[in-house]
Every structure is written in structure tokens, then in C-alpha cells.
């Protein structure tokens, strides 16, 4: 295929939506598939269909003509669509008709499985005025209003809705002009055209909201930092409905590129798949969370020969998200694969958040392939904080470490809070939060940076190296604080938990907390229980606690083995440590056993105090300003 007329920078858009007339336009792309949506066959080769740019800007059209005659610019709207291409036509469809979308997963339309409280907050936040669904969950919930009580808060809302379903507004044709230069009537750059919620990693997910005009810049910025173009082929499987799966949506619209999409079920269900997109379609680039590289290590039966042969050599971005990145996950993976074409140059850790509209930054940089990452206290780092000189400064997203007690910048080699500078990517703020929008988007420095706003991330990081790399080492919210100052990352815990007993524990699926400060408490799914007798189960927690008292110098006070599926996470894997804290603490997991150790070991106290001291050094330390 031909690629005439085309500059990576040229025709920028102010909108994403914009990009689609122009591609449509243009006789090398109106053929081109934009999307293409595979399922898993039995046959052993994957199903898919696929929607090229000129489908999907006449679909978009046709769709936002619909929305338009029956709804006003700035009315919000629920998405209520399965993963799929219908889902991508209905996000850009909104997008050009001028409305809100608050896309979101879908719940069990019988609402039997306590999975609907992120739905009832989404329709009492928002306030949308319609729902899209597909035919058979429309009526599914029908159902469920028709046989509800009259004081059911949930069918309440569900009643005061306008419910279109997805098949309606693809059936039918709507005239298309395809002039390219009739004036837009969609989401101006200003004006917000979607609501994200926050993954939950941290806390109650919150609404922010993104104007059309800041989710275009961020994709611009991630466009160039990955080097993406239309010969680049992408593959995810990650939710469509926030954070890097729907930015991939818009990433591949403003790239010119092509995008396979399967669904998260999918790849859980067999992980081998995903290699077998890559393999199968070429594919360049993939973003995946952290946890996905050693799941497909064990699951991904590389050498499978009633399947097909795995061949990654095409891949030039293996974009790794779901921060702290472990090095010797990394490297476990890529031992793996060489062998299957895999460049280690490829690996592209990476950093952002809802906030930000995503994109923050990357570690790799096409300039430094050959150049291997660092290595701080086992992590990879997300993020290369020196710019070339050819960099473009207006599209760099700055990012500072920050003393979170202080508001004061921290040197380079000493840990803090993550804050990014105000930027055109900037998110604008949480929906009816205004003090804690105030507080999180509009945070000052102190110091000469006074007047310039910033966006606390509530993740720490440290800045290493000459070349300013950024390690993001954990959260500020899930920090473990001992005597003298010392602090602790609730995952390195979690680390060493799984690491004891490997065998028995599942990978990902444990959280480490304090209870009331006096005590450090670690929950860990079982792979299976009801097959381990007591004693067994005892040994394994003893495990537990001396390993992670040989590798972190930590006495835990508190251990329990519970069944698989009790830890809660967000629908990217994140673990939900305040979550599983409160619902440990109210007796709500199927513990299988609980251990606490009351006694103090003289051995153990007297390692841990030396370990103490020695990190010590490692505290915070502010910088002055008259060094700037």
C-alpha cells in the first residue's frame, strides 16, 4: 500500500474525530483497515472483521445524525457496549454528534452478583440522559425494572433513561457528504467529550473529565514518542472503555495506523492469543499491564505445535504499563522469546494516568535501542526525563519529584511524589469534586515555580542517572511507614510473599497493608485450597514471613491464605490494597488460614533494626532554590 501525501505531523487535528474525513479522503487509506476485531476460534486460528477508515467514518457519521436529532450538544451518555468494533463506532460517534460518553463495562444485566455499584455511581454522577446497549441487555434490563421494587435505587435510574440500542443506530443509513470541509459540528477542542473514571487502584474511582482537545494533544504526544506511523500495526486486548485501551483507540485514528482488538476474556482465557495476533497480522506494537509478561511465560505455550508458529520479530514497541515495572519479569520474558524474534530493544516501559489522559512518558526512545535500562531496586524505569536537543519542547510533558508534605522540589537521587506540569494533555478536573479538583490538578510548587499549576499523581518516584531516568516505586497511599522514618512499598512485600511459595501462591494476586500502624498484615490467594491440611497451611505462612523478612528486612505481624478471587482488582489488574483492607478487616474474604505472631523473634528484631539504619540514608531530602 501507498502512503503519498503523508507527514507524521501533518494534517494535525485539533479533534481525533477530525483525523477520520481526511483518512476516509484519501485513496490510500479508504480501504485500509482501521480496526480489525479477532475472536478466539476453535479451529485454532483467530475469527475477525474488520471496519476500514471509510466504514468508519460513514458509520461515525450516520451514527452521530441519529444522536443529534434527539439529543443536545453537551448531554451526557452512558456506553453500556460489549468490547468490539460497535463499541469504537459508538466513542467516536458521540464524539461527533457533540455529546459526553461515559464508557463503562457493562455489569450482569440481572444485577444478582452485588456487581453494580461502579454503575449506580457512574448514573448518579453523571446524570446521563440516554444508554446505548445492545438489543439483548436492553431487554435484559427491561426485566429487571419491570420486576424491581418501586424504592430500588438502581432501577430508578435504569427507568429514567432513554435506551437506544447499538443495532438501531448502525441499521440505518443516513447521506453522507464527503466533503471534507463542511464545517464540524462535533466536540470542539474545549469542550469535554468524555468522562473517565480513575481505575480504583487507589480509592473510590472518580469521574475526570477530558475535552476532545487535550485527549487529541495526548495521543500526539504518544504518536511521536513511540514513533508510530501508518505502516505501524498495533495489538491490545485491554479494556476499550478507559486509560491505555481506549487511548489506543485514538492513538491508532491519529497515527493512520491499523488496530487488532480482542477482548480482555480473551486473553485471560488463553494468553497465547495475543502472540498469535502478533505473529499472525505483523504486528509492531502492543501495549500490555506488567502482569501480562509472566502470565504468558507460564500460560503462553510458546511451542505449541498444533498452533501457530509465534513469530515476534516484526515488534518495535512492547509498551509495559501498570507501574512498578519488575526488571526480572522483563528479563524472564525476553529469555523466553529471543528465541521467537523478540529484540529486547523493543521493551518500552512506559508511564501515565486518567489524569493526564494517559500518555505521560516512556523509557525507550528509538534513538537508544542498543542502550540497556537501568536497574533500581529491582525496577525498570518508565520514563526518560533528558530531551535530545531535535525534541520538541512544546510537546514534552515535564515531569518533577516533589516532597508531598512540603510542596518542595526534591534532588535527583531522593524519593517523592510525581508531578506533572500543566500541560495541553491535562486533564479537567473531577466531575462535581471542585476542592479535590483544586487540590490535585491545581497544586503549586513552592519556590519560583509559584505560579505555575501541576498535577499530583499520587504515585512516588525517583529520578537516577545522567540521563534522568524516572523509576515509579509505588504509590503514596500504600506506603508502609516504620519507626525512624523508614518506609516501605507495599509491593515488595507482595514480591517476596509470592516468591516464598510460588507453588502454592497466586502470582499478582496478594496485598500487604498496616493495620492501625502497629501492624503489617499480608493476604495471599491460594491457586486452589481445600486440598492443603492445617499444617501444610502453616508452613506455608511461616514461609511467608521469613522470606520477607530475608529479602525486605520486614517483620509481618500478620498472615492470611485466602481463596482464589478474593483479592479485589481493577479491570487492568491493578491491586485495590485499600479495598482488600477494608474487606479483610470486616470479615468479607474466604479466609482459609490466619496467622498472627504476637511474639517478637529476638533474631528477626535485631536484623530488622541494623536494615533500618542502613536505609536510613535513603530519606528525602529538599532542594534549595538558589541552586536553579
Known amino acids: 500500500m501507498s502512503f503519498e501525501n503523508y507527514d507524521p505531523y501533518f494534517p494535525d487535528q485539533v479533534v481525533v474525530d477530525q483525523y477520520l ?3 476516509a479522503n484519501l485513496p490510500s487509506y479508504r480501504s485500509k483497515p482501521a480496526f480489525i476485531w479477532a475472536e478466539d ?3 485454532g486460528s483467530p475469527k475477525c472483521s474488520s471496519l476500514t477508515y471509510e466504514g468508519l467514518n460513514y458509520s461515525v457519521h450516520s451514527i452521530a445524525s441519529q444522536l443529534a ?5 453537551g448531554d451526557t451518555v452512558v456506553i453500556l457496549c460489549s468490547p468490539g468494533l460497535e463499541l469504537v463506532e459508538i466513542l467516536f460517534g458521540c464524539q461527533r454528534a457533540g455529546l459526553v460518553g461515559v464508557p463503562i463495562i457493562p455489569p450482569n444485566p440481572t444485577f444478582s452478583n452485588d456487581n453494580h455499584h461502579h454503575l449506580i455511581r457512574v448514573l448518579s454522577q453523571t446524570r446521563p440522559k440516554v444508554a446505548i446497549a445492545d438489543r439483548g441487555y436492553i431487554a435484559n434490563v427491561q426485566e429487571y425494572i419491570k420486576r424491581s421494587r418501586p424504592e430500588n435505587p438502581l432501577a430508578n435510574l435504569l427507568r429514567n433513561l432513554v435506551w437506544i440500542s447499538m443495532e438501531s443506530l448502525r441499521e440505518e443509513n443516513v447521506s453522507y457528504d464527503k466533503s471534507i470541509h463542511s464545517s464540524y459540528q462535533g466536540c470542539k477542542q474545549d469542550e469535554v467529550y468524555l468522562i473517565q473514571y480513575t481505575s480504583g487502584a487507589t480509592g473510590i474511582p472518580k469521574p475526570v473529565l477530558v475535552t476532545a482537545g487535550a485527549a487529541a494533544h495526548n495521543v ?9 506511523h501508518p505502516n505501524s500495526i498495533i495489538t491490545s486486548w485491554l479494556p476499550q472503555y478507559h486509560d491505555c485501551g481506549l487511548m489506543f483507540l485514538l492513538l491508532t485514528i491519529v497515527s493512520g495506523a491499523t488496530c487488532v482488538l480482542t477482548s480482555p476474556n480473551a486473553f485471560i482465557n488463553r494468553p497465547r492469543l495475543w502472540l498469535e495476533l502478533i505473529t499472525k497480522f505483523k504486528a509492531t506494537c502492543t501495549p500490555v499491564p506488567s502482569f501480562t509478561l509472566p502470565l504468558v511465560v507460564k500460560r503462553g505455550k510458546a511451542s505449541d505445535e498444533q498452533r501457530l508458529p509465534i513469530n515476534l520479530s516484526t515488534m518495535k514497541n512492547l509498551i509495559i504499563i501498570n507501574e512498578p515495572i519488575y526488571h526480572e519479569a522483563i528479563k524472564q520474558f525476553v529469555d523466553v522469546f529471543t528465541k521467537f524474534g523478540l529484540k ?3 521493551i518500552s516501559p512506559s508511564y501515565g494516568l486518567a ?3 494517559t500518555f505521560v512518558s516512556t523509557a525507550w526512545r528509538s534513538r537508544l535501542q542498543e542502550v540497556d535500562f537501568p536497574i533500581y531496586k529491582k525496577l525498570l ?3 526518560k526525563l533528558r530531551y535530545d536537543e531535535e525534541d520538541d519542547e512544546e510537546e514534552q510533558i515535564n515531569i518533577y519529584i516533589v516532597d508531598e508534605e512540603t510542596n518542595e522540589l526534591v534532588e535527583d537521587g531522593f524519593e517523592g511524589e510525581i508531578w506533572i506540569a500543566s ?7 473531577y466531575l462535581h469534586h471542585p476542592s479535590l479538583t483544586q487540590e490535585i490538578f491545581q497544586s503549586r510548587l513552592k519556590g519560583s515555580f509559584s505560579q505555575q499549576h501541576f498535577i499530583r499523581t499520587g504515585d512516588r518516584g525517583i529520578i537516577k542517572g545522567t540521563e534522568r531516568f524516572l523509576f515509579v516505586t509505588g504509590r503514596c497511599s500504600d506506603i508502609i511507614k516504620h519507626e525512624n522514618g523508614f518506609e516501605t512499598h507495599a509491593h515488595y512485600l507482595e514480591t517476596a510473599a509470592y516468591e516464598s511459595c510460588m507453588r502454592f501462591l497466586r502470582g499478582g494476586c496478594i496485598a500487604a497493608f498496616d493495620i492501625d500502624g502497629s501492624m503489617i498484615a499480608i493476604v495471599a490467594e491460594m491457586q486452589r485450597s481445600g486440598e492443603e491440611d492445617e499444617g501444610m497451611l502453616r508452613r506455608i505462612c511461616e514461609g511467608i514471613r521469613g522470606f520477607t523478612m530475608k529479602e525486605e528486612g520486614i517483620e509481618v505481624g500478620l498472615i492470611a491464605l485466602v481463596k482464589s478471587g478474593s483479592i479485589p482488582k481493577t479491570t487492568s489488574g491493578k491491586i485495590q490494597r485499600w479495598l482488600a483492607k477494608d474487606r479483610f478487616m470486616r470479615g468479607e474474604m474466604g479466609v482459609v488460614m490466619e496467622m498472627k505472631f504476637s511474639e517478637e523473634d529476638e533474631s528477626l528484631k535485631k536484623t530488622l533494626g541494623q536494615t533500618l539504619m542502613i536505609r536510613q540514608s535513603e530519606k528525602r531530602k529538599p532542594l534549595l532554590y538558589s541552586n536553579l
Open 381 to 383: 524505569p518508565s520514563a
Open 220 to 228: 500526539r504526544v504518544a504518536r511521536k514518542s513511540y514513533d508510530l
Open 69 to 73: 436529532l434527539s439529543f443536545q450538544r
Open 355 to 357: 489524569e493526564n489522559c
Open 41 to 43: 476460534g476453535s479451529s
Open 21 to 23: 474525513p481526511v483518512w
Open 344 to 346: 529486547p530493544s523493543s
Open 423 to 429: 500541560s495541553p494533555s491535562n486533564a479537567s478536573g
